[in-house]
């Protein structure tokens, strides 16, 4: 298989690509790469400014943040059809608001943020598709992380108290 059918194989798995016409598949193919990483390898760190956005084929991906007094924790393990890096598509920020680390060999799409930001303002049927995702992962990791701090600080005060 070529790497261009491997492409194309690997962005049909994914349940929202699977909703765009049959033009923005294909131009989404040309922004977009695999790439295969073994366990251990940090996609982005928390604070980097990146140009690309990640959806998980296979393998996991730990999501991390920094917490004052607890160094990096894990708030959330992406499995494959995750997304990662959706910050690298929103209009201001662009920056990586949490660490990304392979948690067991993994291979990834790959697409490059800064054209997916030109073919959504191409094309504003295919920016609501892809926006609306992004929204929806972006909540989601909102109130994991919410969760996951409530749990941490939780323990924290019950340490204190019982000291």
């Known amino acids: 298989m070529t790497p261009e059918q491997e492409l194309i194989s690997a962005l049909e798995t994914i349940p929202w690509i699977q909703e765009l016409d049959p033009e923005y ?54 499995e494959p059809s995750d997304m990662l890096g959706w910050s690298s598509v929103t209009p201001v920020v662009r920056q990586m608001t ?9 291979a990834l799409v790959r697409i490059k943020a800064s054209k997916l930001q030109k073919l959504c303002d191409q094309n504003h049927s295919f920016g609501y598709v892809v926006m609306q995702r992004i929204a929806n992962v972006a909540a989601s990791r909102l109130l994991f992380t919410r969760l996951q701090l409530l749990d941490i600080f939780s323990h924290s005060s019950k340490e204190v108290k019982n000291a």
């Open 25 to 78: 598949f294909e131009k989404l193919a040309g922004i977009s790469s695999v790439i295969e990483l073994d366990a251990g390898v940090k996609l982005f760190q928390q604070g980097d400014k990146q140009d690309f956005l990640y959806v998980v084929l296979k393998g996991r991906v730990a999501i991390e943040i920094a917490v004052p007094g607890k160094g990096r924790t894990r708030i959330y393990t992406a």
């Open 98 to 106: 949490a660490s990304a680390v392979t948690v067991l060999p993994s």
